[in-house]
């Protein structure tokens, strides 16, 4: 039974991973990922760690991939036509470090396996478990758990203030209500070099800096 | 017999979840018709009341009309994402529906004692969570395949709005977390099962819950689009939302995730905060458990109906600005106050 579920999520997680690289659409390789993710945390459920596999579901499905989702739906990422290859050295690179990945895996098998230690029951183990899990954080690894949300608050800080600063209007545009920004020179040729910035507040204002009538003004309707 | 073969368990489990389907598609159907019912009534209408005796037999009516009606699928959709949108939200909406605890232990003739829960596991609140959060991709994506300006906005708006509200609802349910020491949902609706059945987090003094549960009820009603939150289907600005170009039983598929996310929503603020099914006289007759659950659920659907007939839409900018300016800091308020709270203790462990 569990060998049949882990067959069937193991193929699931290496399907999806596959069709992730091979799709030209960006919105289907999303959606590969999706799957990758959530067979990942089905294999999780079988080793008996169940909360790693609800934090898995929560925050790469639920959170990360949504935003990438969202990402490529606003952008409208048309599909991908095949470029000439600019980057080819990196094709070497690729099948180099998945050798060096593929090596490593097999050497913590080969190691494992040389222990002789016999296979643990893992629905027995505790160590996946809420409570443990909250234990060890708070307890023996309390430091790193703190660096790491002192890490999480300055890389949200950073985050706002790039944001922040994407937003600001330069200073040589001039706002005009219920029109569009305009560069200043646009009203007027003659000041391109001058960088002070006409500010108006209202159409009335704006419709006298550009030279022109107010078309809001009632007492020029009859 | 033996009852505890794997083999006759998994059997059990797959008719136990089956009956549950179909025990919450029924709920669900019956909701949509007091919805029209009493949505009727608030604008002094009659609502549906031919099909059968007082409109009874009206949802199976529906059900034949959707199962008759043709579907057609837009020319220059994205087909395969099409199709697989309205399987996400209703798969998604039925899979968190089978750890709800809905009755106490029975006792049956010949079986022995059963705890009327489908599944009990550590992390089930997580699980509910989580499920829910991919629930989002069933209305973002059916909003983008149908290549339609209305439907790609409406999916747009309802990602932005899920992405917002799920913060907010996570954290309102700290709280109750904190104080109850788990994540089962079971053993958090035996712990309130004091005072005669009447011990419920809401009511505790020990485990001042009002905040989290105001805010989660909030968060709720934005997380299943319902007004007056309903603008990723505002149909004045964007004619159905995401669901625009769906026919026939796919627009059957997500109405029903609608109303099963709603469902969703309810189980779970009368598991954590009204108690479940506790209430007076549930210690000796069990399956008073299971009237009681039903009651409160009941109770909080017919809040939504009650509130979709009372209140007008939100603006976008005034929900992002509220989502995020006030309920998320009470939300973090709540928690704040929850720990202090327990760790003062100030009026001792009431069991």
């Given at each position: 039974m569990v060998a049949l579920l882990f067959i069937l999520f193991a193929g699931l997680a290496v399907g999806c991973a596959l069709s992730m690289v091979v799709q030209r659409n960006p919105l289907y390789s999303a959606i590969s990922l999706i799957g990758v993710f959530i067979s990942l945390a089905s294999l999780y459920v079988m080793l008996a760690a169940?909360?790693?596999?609800?934090?898995?579901?929560?925050?790469?499905?639920?959170?990360?991939?949504?935003?990438?989702?969202?990402?490529?739906?606003?952008?409208?990422?048309?599909e991908e036509v095949r470029r000439t290859l600019r980057l080819r050295f990196l094709i070497p690179t690729a099948v180099l470090l998945a050798a060096v990945l593929i090596a490593e895996a097999a050497f913590v098998i080969y190691s494992v396996q040389s222990e002789g230690k016999p296979l643990q029951d893992p629905s027995t183990s505790e160590v996946g478990l809420t409570a443990s899990i909250g234990t060890g954080l708070f307890t023996t690894y309390l430091l790193p758990?703190?660096?790491?949300?002192?890490?999480?608050?300055?890389?949200?800080?950073?985050?706002?203030?790039?944001?922040?600063?994407?937003?600001?209007?330069?200073?040589?545009?001039?706002?005009?209500?219920?029109?569009?920004?305009?560069?200043?020179h646009t009203i007027d040729p003659n000041v391109v070099e001058d960088p002070t910035p006409v500010i108006t507040h209202t159409t009335a204002e704006a419709a006298e800096a550009m030279g022109e009538e107010d078309p809001h003004d009632l007492s020029k309707i009859d | 017999m033996d009852w505890n073969s794997p083999l006759v368990q998994v059997i059990l489990r797959l008719v136990a979840i089956t009956v549950a389907f179909v025990g919450v598609l029924m709920i669900v159907a019956y909701t949509v018709l007091a919805e029209r019912r009493v949505l009727a009534f608030i604008?002094?209408?009659?609502?549906?009341?031919?099909?059968?005796?007082?409109?009874?037999?009206?949802?199976?009516?529906?059900?034949?009309?959707?199962?008759?009606?043709?579907?057609?699928?837009?020319?220059?959709?994205?087909?395969?994402?099409?199709?697989?949108?309205?399987?996400?939200?209703?798969?998604?909406?039925?899979?968190?529906?089978?750890?709800?605890?809905?009755?106490?232990?029975?006792?049956?003739?010949?079986?022995?004692?059963?705890?009327?829960v489908i599944t009990r596991f550590d992390v089930a609140l997580l699980y509910v969570l989580g499920i829910t959060s991919v629930g989002v991709y069933g209305i973002a994506l059916a909003g983008w395949s149908s290549n339609n300006k209305y439907s790609l906005m409406g999916g747009l708006r309802s990602s932005a709005q899920l992405i917002s509200y799920e913060l907010s609802l996570g954290l309102s349910l700290v709280g109750v977390?904190?104080?109850?020491?788990?994540?089962?949902?079971?053993?958090?609706?035996?712990?309130?099962?004091?005072?005669?059945?009447?011990?419920?987090?809401?009511?505790?003094?020990?485990?001042?819950?009002?905040?989290?549960?105001?805010?989660?009820?909030?968060?709720?009603?934005?997380?299943?689009?319902?007004?007056?939150?309903?603008?990723?289907e505002a149909e004045t600005e964007l004619v159905a939302g995401f669901h625009t170009e769906y026919s026939a039983m796919k627009f059957a598929l997500f109405f029903m995730a609608e109303y099963v996310n709603m469902?969703?929503?309810?189980?779970?603020?009368?598991t954590l905060f009204l108690g479940g099914w506790n209430g007076p006289g549930v210690a000796s007759i069990p399956i008073l458990g299971v009237f009681y659950f039903l009651i409160k659920v009941i109770f909080f659907l017919f809040l939504y109906i009650w509130l979709r007939g009372t209140l007008p839409r939100f603006r976008f900018d005034q929900?992002?600005?509220?989502?995020?300016?006030?309920?998320?800091?009470?939300?973090?308020?709540?928690?704040i106050f929850s720990a202090?709270?327990?760790?003062?203790?100030?009026?001792?462990s009431m069991n």
């Open positions: 169940p909360f790693i596999a609800a934090v898995q579901i929560i925050v790469y499905a639920g959170a990360i991939m949504v935003l990438v989702v969202f990402v490529i739906m606003l952008l409208n990422v048309e758990f703190e660096i790491t949300s002192v890490l999480l608050l300055m890389a949200i800080v950073g985050a706002m203030t790039l944001a922040r600063r994407a937003t600001q209007i330069p200073d040589n545009a001039i706002i005009i209500p219920g029109a569009q920004v305009l560069p200043k | 604008q002094g209408r009659l609502g549906p009341n031919r099909v059968g005796y007082g409109g009874l037999l009206q949802p199976f009516a529906d059900l034949l009309k959707f199962i008759l009606k043709e579907d057609i699928v837009p020319d220059k959709s994205t087909r395969f994402v099409y199709f697989l949108a309205p399987v996400i939200a209703i798969v998604c909406a039925l899979m968190t529906m089978i750890v709800y605890p809905f009755g106490p232990e029975i006792t049956l003739p010949w079986i022995g004692h059963i705890q009327l977390i904190l104080m109850s020491g788990t994540l089962d949902l079971y053993a958090i609706v035996e712990q309130q099962s004091g005072w005669n059945g009447m011990q419920w987090n809401l009511f505790r003094l020990d485990r001042f819950q009002l905040l989290g549960f105001i805010v989660y009820l909030i968060s709720a009603i934005a997380e299943t689009n319902r007004v007056p939150f309903d603008l990723p469902l969703t929503v309810s189980m779970l603020a009368t929900l992002m600005n509220f989502g995020w300016k006030f309920l998320l800091p009470v939300a973090i308020l709540n928690i202090t709270w327990a760790y003062f203790n100030v009026f001792g």
